[in-house]
């Protein structure tokens, strides 16, 4: 078995005495998209608030590359090689995409503490920062105002500046969320490429898009796996059809 | 340090951590349910202590003068909140600043027209102007202790007010989630004005009961407002309870700070230095946990 | 484009203007303008926190301040200081105390930010005032201003009015200068999207404390520029230079020309000190006047007078 990039064992997290994740081990590897799924208040956006480090864990432990990274702030974690995406679009509403991209790749310089140095004068970081515009299918938008964008391209530029940090291991919480259909298509497509050369960890509710994507899922209920599998297996088990696929095709 | 003098110490730091308690309850329940950063509220204790003073000497008596101050309070608190602050609850902290060091400027200068620049004393007042004997040579004002005990009575009637009663209920709401709250058809507006009110006529009281024990003079609001934010920040932000930690704490270290000598190198320090004696423990509190004692994580 | 060149062209008018007030305007006026230069490089200093990386600092005199006493502390009595190391001294000394009181304060935010900086800023208040360091309540006089004799020769004397003008002017145009490269420098870029955004800079990989802390030593540094000079025009330092009405004030300064613009605190500064000189010759109650003011400022112009003139020059990105 390939060695994982993301590793997670028995990661617990409780507010008061409300166990919001419980218990939760999975493993994703390079060129793997693993998908966590599951009804609303299931506790996924809270597993990957302690994957980035938004959160500290209660107890358990995550590793990274092998190494533990448990409770390391998201800026630490940041740096290591995580990059992750917001339900809700979480951007910098008044700079242009192009800055928002850069201010991305900007982070991966060895400090910012540079007070003369000009900000738009480093070749590689705007390299960086276009490629990842390119990417996220956000090409000619560069001078744009985000503020100013549809609530779709606003996601694409949340994507954008994930990329642009180059990360191994890709948290993304929600990539499709209040897309329409061929917004989400072209991301769908976006992913399916980045899967090739990243490890994806990928909380969504447009079961289509995870079918299409993910080669490995797992299931949460009320802060717990139910079930972790290849898909076909999750397709026919029971109990997830009886716990969350079955009866209402409630999506959001 | 006797007995005799540490119980007199210890009785003082009560007392004005008390009065500190008082004061930034107000503060810290105007921060906790509106998010409003009120610099003003040091002033309402001033003009509190002003009252005292001129409506003593209108009316004759102090006793008299304390429930008509109130109700004036009351008033301007009200009429302070439908004029300016209810204008700022969906504006950033920075324009609270803003207005609020405005109204200072303002308040000290309608002082020094109103009242003038003179420093005034109010006598304390029948049936407490005497002394209980601790030991032998060393008694404590009745008045004082008569401070200690209202506050003790009035931080009870606010905890009941608050957790058992339905304006409380509606208060607590409103801090946790003012949406919801506007659903359930409770009028948010007065449920605020009236929060405001109340802590304005707070910080006038406790103006008003200090009057006889310290003088009243100019510029009296300045330094009470900077230790109330202390006590503020020490107990967490919305917190009546971490308040009245902080407060007695911070009356602990400023009275004790003033008569505890140190001496480095021949020199005596601490009774110059006391002043920052509240601060460091505000710097070592900031370390401990950055959101105040009783304040919720951030 | 054309506001950029509009702008550039006004800016070289008014520096002409500038250095050519002395030579036609009186002592008067060349005071008043070296004292409005002198708070404008305060207000940028504080509009750096406050506009661009979203600090509201109510403590920022305290640096002012230390800056103004470590030009009389630096002095032997009846004697000059030495202008070359007296002015690095006040900077370093403002840098430095901004250093240990941003270190507290920048782990807090919002309202917990604004009290804790006003709280430690009147910590630094009390101990100039309570203690003999620098004369108690009362402040010291600057008996003789620094010497800036070097190598035998004394390249300007800051005792006329006329050459501490033209110091200040230079002084005034190297922070604006400073300021406008480092905002635009990899650092600045990263403040402005604190300011924006922290959560999102944070998750970016950025330390968020060590940037906060570098914008608020900066801040404090500037801040002591200007109170060195205040110190030396005025000829005296007192408690008053550190308290937290002169925070208020520069405050008010940065707002009422419109935050997040260096401009905006210049125009601020010259505003409020203009203002100040206009209520003081209506009355003798003019805090009343100012006091209003600031309420008004407050309620009904959040963008100052330069969101006053935005509808005439059009709205301009950013």
């Known amino acids: 078995m390939a060695a994982s990039v993301l590793s997670v064992e028995r990661l617990s997290r409780n507010f008061g005495g409300l166990a919001a994740v419980s218990g939760v081990s999975l493993e994703c590897g390079m060129g793997e998209v693993h998908a966590v799924i599951g009804p609303n208040g299931a506790g996924k956006s809270t597993l990957i608030n302690l994957l980035s480090g938004d959160l500290p864990p209660s107890s358990g432990r995550v590793r990274l590359d092998g190494r533990d990274i448990t409770g390391l702030s998201s800026d630490r974690v940041s740096r290591l090689g995580v990059g992750r995406s917001y339900q809700k679009t979480n951007v910098f509403l008044p700079f242009t995409v192009f800055e928002n991209a850069r201010l991305a790749a900007q982070s991966r310089l060895p400090s910012s503490l540079r007070f003369f140095r000009p900000a738009a004068s480093l070749r590689h970081v705007n390299d960086a920062a276009e490629r990842a515009i390119g990417e996220a299918g956000l090409a000619g938008r560069e001078g744009v105002a985000v503020a100013a964008l549809s609530h779709g391209e606003q996601r694409q530029v949340e994507i954008a500046m994930t990329l642009a940090t180059s990360p191994k291991l890709l948290l993304l919480d929600e990539p499709l969320a209040g897309m329409g259909g061929e917004e989400a298509a072209r991301i769908v497509e976006l992913l399916k490429r980045l899967a090739a050369d990243h490890a994806m960890l990928l909380v969504e509710h447009d079961m289509d898009a995870v079918f299409a994507l993910a080669n490995k899922l797992t299931v949460m209920v009320n802060g717990v796996v139910l079930e972790s599998g290849p898909p076909e297996q999750i397709r026919g088990s029971r109990a997830v059809q009886e716990a969350y696929l079955g009866g209402d095709e409630e999506h959001d | ?298 | 484009m054309r506001s950029d060149r509009t702008a550039t062209v006004l800016g070289i008018v008014l520096l002409l203007v500038l250095v050519a007030l002395p030579f036609f305007a009186g002592k008067y006026y060349v005071q008043l303008a070296t004292k409005i230069m002198i708070m404008a490089v305060f207000a940028m200093s504080l509009d750096l926190l406050v506009g661009y990386a979203g600090l509201v600092s109510l403590g920022h005199a305290a640096f002012y301040g230390l800056g103004a006493y470590l030009v009389a502390l630096a002095a032997p009595q009846y004697q000059a200081a030495n202008f070359w190391t007296s002015l690095p001294l006040a900077v370093g000394g403002a840098a430095l105390l901004a250093a240990a009181i941003g270190f507290f304060a920048v782990r807090t935010q919002g309202i917990y930010f604004i009290m804790v900086t006003l709280a430690f800023a009147q910590m630094v208040y009390f101990v100039f005032h309570d203690t003999k360091i620098a004369g108690g309540s009362d402040g010291i006089f600057i008996d003789v201003r620094p010497d800036a004799k070097i190598a035998g020769w004394t390249p300007f004397d800051l005792a006329d009015f006329v050459q501490l003008y033209f110091v200040v002017l230079v002084a005034f145009v190297a922070v604006y200068v400073l300021l406008r490269v480092v905002l635009r420098s990899l650092f600045g870029r990263v403040v402005q999207g604190i300011r924006v955004n922290e959560h999102r800079m944070k998750s970016l990989g950025y330390s968020t404390f060590r940037y906060k802390l570098a914008a608020f030593i900066l801040a404090g540094a500037l801040a002591g520029l200007a109170g060195y000079f205040g110190a030396v025009q005025y000829g005296a330092v007192n408690p008053e230079m550190l308290g937290w009405h002169l925070s208020g004030s520069v405050l008010m300064m940065v707002i009422l020309g419109g935050m997040g613009t260096l401009t905006g605190a210049v125009v601020g500064a010259t505003a409020f000190l203009l203002l100040e000189l206009l209520f003081q010759s209506l009355t003798e109650h003019w805090q009343l006047l100012m006091g209003g003011t600031i309420v008004l400022v407050a309620l009904f112009l959040p963008h100052g007078i330069a969101g006053l003139a935005r509808p005439l020059f059009g709205r301009k990105d950013g």
């Open chain 2, 1 to 298: 340090m006797d007995l005799g003098s540490f119980l007199v110490q210890l009785l003082n730091s009560i007392q004005y951590g008390l009065l500190l308690f008082l004061i930034a309850s107000g503060l810290t329940l105007v921060f906790g349910i509106m998010g409003v950063i009120n610099l003003a509220h040091g002033s309402f204790y001033m003009i509190g202590a002003y009252l005292a003073w001129s409506l003593t000497a209108k009316i004759g008596s102090f006793w008299l003068a304390l429930p008509v101050g109130i109700v004036l309070t009351v008033a301007l608190g009200m009429l302070m909140e439908w004029l300016f602050i209810q204008k700022l609850y969906a504006r950033d902290h920075l324009y609270q600043v803003l207005l609020t060091y405005g109204l200072i400027l303002a308040f000290e200068e309608l002082r020094a027209i109103i009242w003038g620049n003179d420093v005034h004393g109010v006598t304390v007042p029948a049936p407490f102007t005497g002394s209980i004997p601790l030991t032998e040579t060393l008694s404590y004002p009745v008045y004082r202790l008569w401070i200690s005990a209202v506050v003790v009575v009035l931080a009870i009637a606010m905890y009941f007010l608050i957790q058992r009663t339905r304006l409380g209920m509606m208060i607590r709401a409103g801090a946790a989630n003012r949406e919801m709250v506007q659903l359930l058809g409770i009028n948010i507006r007065m449920v605020y004005r009236f929060v405001f009110a109340f802590g304005v006529a707070l910080a006038a009281f406790a103006g008003m009961i200090s009057a006889p024990v310290s003088s009243v003079f100019p510029g009296m609001g300045g330094q009470v407002l900077i230790v109330s934010f202390v006590v503020v920040v020490i107990g967490g932000i919305g917190s009546v309870k971490g308040a009245l930690v902080a407060a007695i704490l911070i009356g602990l270290v400023d009275t004790f700070g003033k008569v505890t000598t140190l001496e480095i190198a021949g020199f005596n320090v601490l009774p110059e230095l006391s002043g920052m004696a509240t601060y460091l423990l505000m710097a070592g509190v900031l370390l401990w946990r950055p959101e105040g004692i009783f304040g919720k994580r951030l």
